[in-house]
């Protein structure tokens, strides 16, 4: 072993928590040299918990010593990934089984549960190692999981905050000295009794985190919340789902009620089983503006029935149409101030309710400006954009200001109804505020009836900025056939400035999350922050079991001066050598454990190499 493998070495250790723990790693011959180095923490179980680094130190010397010569230093991707198994097999499929019970000469999808992991891939444009995962950093002993998002940006001195959609565990990483990682905290569900299915995350100032809660409180029943209240839930994965603040160590320091005091719509927010006071209460998306003291979580659906159970959903109002707002001057009371219906829109329809534009209201984002108070919402089933320009109001009104069907049309020319059930998902704000960034990825052929094709997936930007500088008095709202497939007619309304198909010849393959890359390097050989990101990573993964799966793909993509997007060719499979980096492999420096998941990334740097 050479003294840069052992400096590596030592640095990994300094990174851990409790304790380090070498062990002989499984690799085959692509991955010779890799030693496996152990992070581990005692649980509020009394158990202990860990992440393992499977560094592959050669490609990390080289590439170091390769940057050094240019002044620079590396930049990595971090992508939070699920081991695919047997148990990903829906319904349908079940006389079909996959993997290693089906075909015993293509032992790619195991039977039985493999760890999941981070992934580090090098992410440096101009790197001899550019798209190569050079680290997976294996979490145990949990196993399905089921990784899925993260938070939406990183910042020197951030932990990541991780949630496993099955496992209802959060976890918490420190990536300082990457390309390893160590295990800060984690929290388990017996220390979030009144929700379940954790989903996205938003890295407050001082380190803390919120954290969104998609699913019921672990046991039916009455649960009571760090603030004294008590909501009635329908159980794990139902409904009402909350809002947790985390500390960098895992320690839920609160944990607030989504639903409110009083009953929601009890059409359009059906419970299975059914609440004595309804609520569409499953909040999803989250972000905040702490200047303002708001936040706005949406709320997608009761999970049971949508993402834990791969039977269909048995009523389209399981899909909610709501987005909450709340008052956060309190960081450890966060109060909902407003619970939102978002308009149905033009081209509802009462008999086919799951596919109009306000069903499934997925992901929402703020401004980020001082002077700008707006926020974004879109519909996963409702294939819609909806604006508010002031998330501080006491009544918030939500318009519709974008409908899918417009980018899509660009995304797969031969689309014609693009918007319905076209699967869009992570929505992002440009730091300036005159973008919009949003991944779809794309509807099933049969989805709308026997004769629709489906469509393709990719990401499309919106450039919105007369929208947001009109402050209140905006006048955009989509209201005619003519505006859903073209566009708002007021002047200020959103228009698509850049748009690239990801396997375009495929239809439902597209991505479901995306991150920007937020860091870029100045001419002192280090990175720093910046509000002109040009590079948006993806990956084409939803939930397996929903039948929604992807091909499990992460790609980059480019964004040029005047605003056009493109496939980045450059980031290409270390195995394949085809664009993108394919999660389906039979070997990863953790062993040979076949297919992975990748839902959720975020672009990082080491502290060292950050100012």
């Known amino acids: 072993m050479s003294l840069r493998h052992k400096l590596l070495l030592g640095a990994l250790a300094v990174a851990v928590v409790g304790g380090v723990v070498a062990v002989p790693a ?36 080289s590439t170091r010593e390769a940057l050094a010569d240019e002044g620079k230093r590396p930049e990595y991707l971090v992508v939070w990934a699920g081991d695919e ?90 990536v300082s000295k990457l390309p390893a990682l160590s295990l800060s905290g984690i929290s388990l569900p017996s220390q979030t009794l009144c929700g379940s299915v954790p989903d996205a995350y938003w890295v407050l100032n001082d380190g803390t985190a919120y954290g969104t809660y998609m699913g019921g409180p672990v046991v039916p029943g009455p649960c009571t919340y760090t603030n004294g209240e008590v909501r009635t839930g329908n159980g794990f994965a139902g409904t009402p789902g909350a809002v947790v603040r985390f500390g960098p160590d895992g320690k839920n320091l609160v944990e607030a009620p989504a639903a409110t005091t009083t009953a929601e719509d009890p059409k359009q927010c059906l419970n299975m089983p059914s609440l004595g006071k309804p609520s569409c209460a499953n909040p999803h998306g989250i972000q905040v503006r702490e200047d303002l003291n708001a936040m706005v979580t949406s709320d997608y659906a009761e999970p049971r029935t949508i993402i834990l159970d791969p039977v269909k959903a048995p009523s389209p109002y399981l899909r909610r149409p709501t987005v909450r707002t709340w008052d956060i001057s309190d960081l450890n009371h966060p109060k909902v101030k407003a619970v939102s219906y978002l308009p149905t829109g033009p081209r509802s329809s009462a008999t086919d309710p799951l596919h109009n534009e306000n069903r499934a209201v997925m992901e929402t984002t703020v401004t980020n400006l001082p002077g700008h108070k707006g926020a974004f919402a879109m519909t996963m089933q409702g294939g819609a954009i909806f604006y508010i ?6 009544e918030p009104v939500w318009k519709e200001v974008f409908d899918n069907t417009a980018a899509m049309k660009l995304i797969d020319p031969a689309v014609t109804n693009g918007g319905p059930s076209d699967n869009g998902g992570w929505l992002q704000t ?47 709202s989509i209201e005619t056939k003519d505006e859903i497939e073209n566009g708002g007619a007021g002047a200020d309304c959103p228009s698509v400035l850049g748009h690239v198909a990801i396997n375009p010849g495929s239809k439902a393959s597209g991505p479901h999350w995306g991150a920007l890359d937020n860091l870029e390097i100045g001419a002192d050989g280090f990175y720093h922050e910046t509000d002109q990101p040009t590079r948006v990573a993806t990956a084409n993964y939803f939930v397996a079991r929903t039948g929604l799966d992807g091909d499990h793909r992460v790609c980059i993509v480019d964004e040029a001066d005047d605003g056009s997007l493109a496939l980045d060719e450059g980031f290409r499979d270390e195995n394949s050598g085809q664009p993108c980096i394919n999660f389906n492999r039979k070997s990863w420096p953790h062993g040979a454990f076949g297919n992975a998941k990748p839902h959720s990334m975020l672009f990082v740097a080491a502290d060292d190499d950050i100012k």
């Open 85 to 174: 198994n047997v148990a990903d097999t829906v319904v349908p499929d079940v006389k079909n089984l996959p993997g290693s019970l089906a075909n015993t000469t293509e032992k790619v999808r195991n039977a039985l549960p493999g760890p999941d992991f981070m992934a580090v891939v090098d992410a440096t444009q101009g790197s001899p190692t550019y798209g190569k995962v050079v680290n997976t950093a294996t979490v145990g002993p949990l196993v399905e999981n089921e990784p899925h998002h993260m938070q939406y940006s990183w910042r020197k001195g951030d932990k990541i905050y991780a949630g496993g959609l099955y496992s209802a565990a959060t976890y918490v990483f420190d």
């Open 389 to 394: 320009p002031d998330i501080t109001s006491d």
């Open 26 to 61: 499984t690799s085959d011959t692509a991955y010779a040299d890799i030693q496996a180095v152990r992070s581990t923490l005692t649980g509020a179980d009394g158990k202990d918990y860990w992440v393992e680094n499977h560094v592959d130190t050669d490609a990390v010397d």
């Open 430 to 476: 440009s730091p300036d505020d005159t973008k919009l960034y949003h991944a779809v990825i794309g509807r099933k052929p049969g989805a709308l009836g026997k004769d629709d094709p489906g469509t393709a997936g990719g990401v499309f930007t919106l450039d919105i900025s007369q929208l947001v500088e009109a402050g209140d008095d905006f006048d955009c």
